[in-house]
């Protein structure tokens, strides 16, 4: 049984991370792929999504997004992702071309024409997915879920309660909480405990391919990032979070998490907290549950899991 998805992404070291675990399993059956700007500019993330789906010798419709979030300024993560994107990794320029759909067309058009729900996963800023609402509510009933890298009930990455994709277009991400489709977080609560350490990296790098070496040194590119968690303690700085990972992994295999059917609003204004996943989990508004909010993975399954979709590719690609 195969599960139909689209994915929006915004390329992005764990967003190729989480890339590299769809095309590694066939029982996702990946209808497009849509990309905006948010770790990098719109020209970075779209070469980088049709560079890294070239080189991963796959053949999948990848089409533009908006040029910037509803209102805010677009603030990119630089620092964290590079100057390219990709930690600075290089590739092989793209052979696939970008689509001359829009992401909102192509979407809009892929849920309509498909005979069944489609599971979107997100792992960027909201702004592709709160226009298709906007422009095409009709759509909702072909969504079966959104699985989601994004918020956090406690703390933030990019101010000190709002997490980066939330924190780029929270306007966009309240037109997605507040549009009535299943939404399944996985925020910085869980994916602050998915992590791999320097151990796993050194035995992802010892596959040997070309590809393992690209992931091995996107991911220590990445590990000064992990420097700038909150609470920071020496049992931190080594943990690479691969945040993106989880949104695809929940649509795999669901039992490696946990988490709470909880009210969760989006702070759109707010001095210091504009960008926050308000989460109710103490249920202290009485408003219906509209987000499942994960807190716990099995991580080590959690990293196998990935491990063997480095291996699985890296075959693939030969
Ligand atoms: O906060 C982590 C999220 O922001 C991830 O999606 C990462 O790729 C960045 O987009
Ligand atoms: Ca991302």
Redesign the pocket.
């Known amino acids: 049984m195969t599960i139909p998805v689209i994915i929006d992404?915004?390329?992005?070291?764990?967003?190729v991370m989480?890339l590299t675990l769809a095309f590694a399993h066939p029982e996702l059956d990946i209808k497009l792929i849509t990309t905006e700007p948010?770790?990098q500019t719109q020209a970075k993330t779209i070469h980088n999504a049709l560079a890294f789906t070239s080189y991963m010798k796959q053949d999948i419709e990848i089409a533009r997004g908006l040029d910037a979030p509803f209102f805010r300024k677009l603030e990119i993560?630089a620092e964290?992702?590079g100057d390219n994107g990709l930690g600075d990794v290089q590739f092989p320029e793209p052979t696939i071309q970008l689509s001359n759909r829009t992401a909102i067309e192509a979407m809009k058009e892929t849920l309509i024409a498909s005979e069944e729900q489609i599971v979107l996963i997100a792992?960027?800023?909201l702004t592709n997915i709160g226009a298709l609402l906007l422009a095409h509510p009709e759509v909702k009933s072909k969504i079966k879920y959104i699985s989601y890298?994004?918020g956090a009930a406690v703390g933030g990455?990019?101010s000190p309660t709002a997490?980066?994709?939330v924190y780029?277009d929270p306007h966009a991400a309240e037109i997605v909480f507040q549009s009535g489709i299943p939404i399944v977080m996985s925020g910085?609560d869980v994916?602050h405990k998915a992590y791999v350490t320097l151990e796993e990296l050194d035995r992802i790098e010892a596959i040997g391919s070309d590809f393992a070496h690209k992931v091995a040194a996107m991911l220590r590119f990445y590990v000064h990032a992990a420097k700038q968690t909150a609470f920071h303690s020496p049992e931190f700085e080594n943990r690479i979070?691969l945040?993106?990972l989880c949104?695809v992994s929940y649509v795999l295999t669901p039992e490696l998490f946990e988490g709470d059917d909880c009210y969760v609003a989006i702070e759109i204004e707010g001095k210091y907290t504009a960008g926050t996943t308000v989460v109710d989990y103490e249920q202290r508004t009485g408003l219906p549950h509209n987000v499942k909010v994960l807190h716990t993975v099995h991580r080590e399954k959690f990293v196998e899991q990935f491990m063997d979709a480095v291996k699985v590719m890296s075959r693939h690609i030969g």
Request: one cysteine or more.
């Open positions: 992404c915004d390329p992005g070291i764990d967003d989480a948010g770790n993560a964290v992702h792992t960027g800023p890298m994004g990455n990019m997490e980066f994709n780029v910085l994916t979070r945040h993106d949104a």
